[in-house]
């Protein structure tokens, strides 16, 4: 059974840093990328930054959405198999949920964490 566990969020002032942590475990199958995604109040879920682990693409490729590009890094310690989302110059405008899975993504996903950026 795949489990996906969110944490490190938290209320934080406009232009600070949070580092949240994914830990899965379970069997996934082939994973060619995981992903971070985000819900905010009233918007669909999106995917902001993607890193692709396929065998090929052992170099860590990773992708951004334009909002978090140069200021969000996605990472992964895969001795821990745990996914990472180092975000600084938080605005108001990233508070939401934050959630991670594969991508494409699982059927099943964690209870998120959520950030809140005060302005």
């Known amino acids: 059974q795949v489990q996906l566990v969110e944490s490190g969020g938290g209320l934080v002032q406009a232009g600070g840093s949070l580092r949240l942590s994914c830990a899965a475990s379970?069997?996934?199958?082939?994973?060619?990328?995981m992903g971070w995604y985000r819900q905010a109040p009233g918007k669909q879920r999106e995917l902001i930054a993607r890193?692709?682990?396929?065998?090929?693409?052992?170099?860590?490729?990773?992708t951004y959405t334009d909002s978090v590009k140069g200021r969000f890094t996605i990472s992964r310690d895969n001795a821990k198999n745990t996914l990472y989302l180092q975000m600084s110059s938080l605005k108001p405008e990233d508070t939401a949920a934050y959630y991670c899975?594969?991508?494409?993504?699982?059927?099943?996903w964690g209870h998120g964490t959520q950030v809140t950026v005060s302005s």
């Open positions: 890193e692709l682990i396929a065998l090929m693409y052992s170099d860590g490729s990773t």
């Open positions: 899975n594969t991508y494409p993504t699982l059927g099943v």
């Open positions: 379970g069997s996934f199958g082939i994973i060619n990328a």
